[in-house]
């Protein structure tokens, strides 16, 4: 769940401000540069989710609780990506 929040308030923060009129993102000042923003949520979450499941000190099913975890991350920046669509059409 954790995973998942980082997720949700990663693309919260650039769907927001996708529609605020942010035109440059990491120095892309292309349109499709906020991809490349949702793109640094999902690498966040998946370092987080991976951080998570290693401390848990737990082996057994670790692969199963990341598979879970980064496919509810990717789930959510998929969702995102979808939001801002219409932003980058133009």
Wanted: hydrophobic share 65%.
């Amino acid at each position: 769940m954790l995973v998942w929040a980082i997720a949700i308030v990663g693309a919260v923060i650039v769907v927001a401000l996708a529609y605020t009129g942010t035109v440059e993102w990491f120095g892309d000042a292309g349109r499709l540069g906020v991809y490349g923003a949702l793109g640094i949520v999902l690498a966040a979450s998946v370092v987080g989710a991976l951080g998570v499941q290693l401390a848990s000190r737990r082996p057994s099913g670790f692969v199963d609780r990341a598979a879970a975890s980064v496919a509810g991350a990717v789930v959510i920046v998929a969702l995102a990506a979808a939001v801002v669509a219409p932003v980058v059409a133009g």
